[in-house]
T-cell receptor
Framework: AQKVTQAQTEISVVEKEDVTLDCVYETRDTTYYLFWYKQPPSGELVFLIRRNSFDEQNEISGRYSWNFQKSTSSFNFTITASQVVDSAVYFCALSEAGGTTGANSKLTFGKGITLSVRP | KAGVTQTPRYLIKTRGQQVTLSCSPISGHRSVSWYQQTPGQGLQFLFEYFSETQRNKGNFPGRFSGRQFSNSRSEMNVSTLELGDSALYLC????????????????FGSGTRLTVV
C-alpha cells in the first residue's frame, strides 16, 4: 500500500526566510510519480511539480526547489526567500503506475503542511 | 484555456437527502477523478473515470457513486447524506491516454463545499 507522510503540520516563518517542507513516501512499486500541490484559502489545489521515480535530478523553479532522494524515500520542497503569498497548505502526493488499468491511478496525499509567512 | 469547473461551489443539504455534484474537465482531458477533503481524514480518493468507465475506486461506501458522460463531464452522487459527508469535494482532470505509463499530472477544480445539517 502506498503512503505519504508529512510530519510537519504547521510552520511559521518570517518573510524572506527559507523554509523546507518534508515529505516521506512508501510504495512497493518501482514506477511511481510524486507531486507537490499548494492549496490557498480558495480551496483549489494548485499543481507545483511532478517527478517520476526514474528521475532523481533535483529541480529548481524560481524560489522553489525540490530534493528527491530515493535512498531515503523523500521528496522535500524548499522555498527560498519566502513571501506572504506563499502562505497556504502544501500537499505532497504519490501516484503509482496504473498497472493493468492505466496510468492515472489514485493520488495518495499526505496530511498537508500549513505554512504561514509573516510580514 | 478554461480550467476544471465544478458546480455548485457551495451546497447545504439535510441528512437523508441526496446530492449531485458536477465537474467539467479541461477540454481534451478524458480522465476525471474525485476526491473528498475533510479536516480529519484529509484528501481521500473517491473514484476515477476514463471514457465513461470507472477505472479506479477508493474505499467509500456504495452511497457514493459517479458517472462520466461522452463529453468527459462527470457527476458524482451521494445518497442518504450523513453529517460526516460534509466536506470539500474536489474534481481533477488529466490528459491521460489509455494504458500509457506516463502520468501527466492532475489539474484540480476549486471544489464544491458540501455541508450536511
Amino acid at each position: 500500500a502506498q503512503k505519504v507522510t508529512q510530519a510537519q503540520t504547521e510552520i511559521s516563518v518570517v518573510e524572506k526566510e527559507d523554509v523546507t517542507l518534508d515529505c516521506v513516501y512508501e510504495t512497493r512499486d518501482t514506477t511511481y510519480y510524486l507531486f507537490w500541490y499548494k492549496q490557498p484559502p480558495s480551496g483549489e489545489l494548485v499543481f507545483l511539480i511532478r517527478r517520476n521515480s526514474f528521475d532523481e535530478q533535483n529541480e529548481i523553479s524560481g524560489r522553489y526547489s525540490w530534493n528527491f532522494q530515493k535512498s531515503t524515500s523523500s521528496f522535500n520542497f524548499t522555498i527560498t526567500a519566502s513571501q506572504v503569498v506563499d502562505s497556504a497548505v502544501y500537499f505532497c502526493a504519490l501516484s503509482e503506475a496504473g498497472g493493468t488499468t492505466g496510468a492515472n491511478s489514485k493520488l495518495t496525499f499526505g496530511k498537508g503542511i500549513t505554512l504561514s509567512v509573516r510580514p | 484555456k478554461a480550467g476544471v469547473t465544478q458546480t455548485p461551489r457551495y451546497l447545504i443539504k439535510t441528512r437523508g437527502q441526496q446530492v449531485t455534484l458536477s465537474c467539467s474537465p479541461i477540454s481534451g482531458h478524458r480522465s476525471v477523478s474525485w476526491y473528498q477533503q475533510t479536516p480529519g481524514q484529509g484528501l481521500q480518493f473517491l473514484f476515477e473515470y476514463f471514457s465513461e468507465t470507472q477505472r479506479n475506486k477508493g474505499n467509500f461506501p456504495g452511497r457514493f457513486s459517479g458517472r462520466q458522460f461522452s463529453n468527459s463531464r462527470s457527476e458524482m452522487n451521494v445518497s442518504t447524506l450523513e453529517l460526516g459527508d460534509s466536506a470539500l469535494y474536489l474534481c481533477a482532470s488529466s490528459p491521460t491516454g489509455h494504458r500509457t505509463l506516463i502520468n501527466y499530472g492532475y489539474t484540480f477544480g476549486s471544489g464544491t463545499r458540501l455541508t450536511v445539517v
